[in-house]
């Protein structure tokens, strides 16, 4: 048992301090020679209370020369209404396409194969965007400036989650969605991330991404496999983190997310799927070996729990750092009620984690925002059935 948990807290000392490096000179000014026109590509379904704020960070956004085109799956999609006053002051620059129901594929595939049809070859950078991030002001200055400079062919991030709603479940969520935000940004580990991925729109069309998408559920692991096939460099430059504010139905929408997060991963990648699995089973196996060593009195147990519980204090004061670097204090005020309980959250959360991976291993229903899919393959996906919003009288 001793050598166990030494190996395992070394695990453990060893992520706290890649957490604390990844801070190191962490929200340096965004550095770009060019800035080529932009167009931001988002998919949308209903008028989520994160939209309205997603709409105001975009147009406030101090890049020079972009548009917007927005795709939801009916002209009655309530994001339409919220949409309208942008239309109407900028109609150069604000689009909309109504893509109709998906078939057999994922209602956002769909919607974003109907959006890349209006491309013009006057849009130099295409980005990808979810309708729930709140951008800062930079943050297409930071998509494309890799690509002016030629560091890569797909620059992407990841979301940092601010809960809303004061849920445990979403706290839970946030926690081990910051794990995934704060990993070394090493090009063998880096995927796309949908709601912030920019490209060259020639490299776009090259990689004949409107076909690959087709059949597809997850458009950015779809995205992520075509790219690694065509040898292409996906960096993740450290300040793309986008403040996503979070709000859950509580445990089972949670539970729901990381178990379809986890057959996703299992179905496009299948390395990565067994890596997480394995990482995350080793660290909660750690902490139930050094937790049941306490209780049976055994020293180098307890002295391994401290030393894990300490540890893991590190790791949230390091989380807090990086929020403050990128930013400020308004962003450590934002993200207060997590930090007092990330410490205590993240240990459990290696076991939560570990559990709906393994839940996952053979899963192959899900459903997502009102529709059932059975999903066979990368693209190999049914829908089974829609639930219909209520008529109104």
Request: net charge positive; glycine share 8%; proline share 5%.
């Amino acid at each position: 048992m001793t050598t166990f948990l030494i190996v395992w807290l070394a695990t453990q000392a060893v992520a706290v301090a890649l957490i604390w490096g990844f801070t190191v000179g962490l929200g340096a000014p965004a550095a770009i020679t060019q800035t080529p026109p932009v167009v931001v590509v988002v998919a949308v379904k209903g008028h989520d209370p994160e939209f309205d704020g997603f709409l105001e960070c975009l147009f406030a956004q101090d890049y020079p020369t972009f548009r917007v085109i927005f795709a939801v799956d009916a002209d009655s999609d309530p994001a339409l209404s919220a949409i309208g006053p942008y239309l109407a002051r900028m109609p150069g620059r604000v689009s909309f396409v109504v893509a109709g129901e998906g078939i057999d594929e994922g209602q956002k595939t769909t919607n974003l194969r109907a959006a890349v049809a209006h491309l013009r070859e006057s849009d130099e950078i295409l980005v990808l965007a979810d309708a729930d991030i709140w951008p800062q002001r930079d943050w297409l200055r930071r998509l494309v400036a890799p690509l002016v400079a030629r560091k890569g062919d797909i620059v992407t991030g990841f979301p940092w989650l601010i809960v809303k709603d004061g849920k445990l479940a979403s706290y839970m969520l946030t926690s081990l969605a910051a794990s995934v935000a704060t990993i070394p940004r090493l090009v063998m580990l880096n995927g796309a991330w949908g709601g912030s991925s920019a490209m060259r729109r020639d490299h776009f069309v090259a990689l004949d991404m409107v076909n690959q998408w087709k059949g597809t559920l997850s458009d950015d692991l779809q995205l992520t496999n075509v790219a690694n096939a065509a040898g292409d460099r996906i960096v993740v430059p450290r300040e793309v983190l986008l403040r996503t504010a979070i709000h859950t139905g509580g445990w089972g929408d949670v539970i729901a997310e990381a178990r379809r997060w986890y057959m996703l991963v299992r179905v496009h990648m299948p390395a990565a799927y067994f890596a997480t699995l394995a990482a995350m089973s080793f660290g909660a196996l750690g902490w139930i070996v050094a937790l049941g060593g306490t209780l049976a009195l055994r020293p180098d147990a307890a002295i391994a729990l401290a030393a894990a519980l300490g540890l893991s204090i590190l790791r949230t004061a390091g989380r807090a750092r990086l929020v403050y670097r990128l930013w400020g204090r308004p962003g450590l005020a934002e993200n207060k009620s997590y930090f007092r309980i990330d410490w205590l959250i993240s240990p459990v959360g290696m076991g939560f984690s570990a559990l709906c991976g393994w839940s996952a291993l053979f899963m192959r229903r899900t459903t997502w925002a009102g529709t059932t899919y059975e999903v066979r393959g990368p693209r190999q996906v049914k829908v089974l059935g829609r639930r219909r919003p209520p008529e109104t009288a």
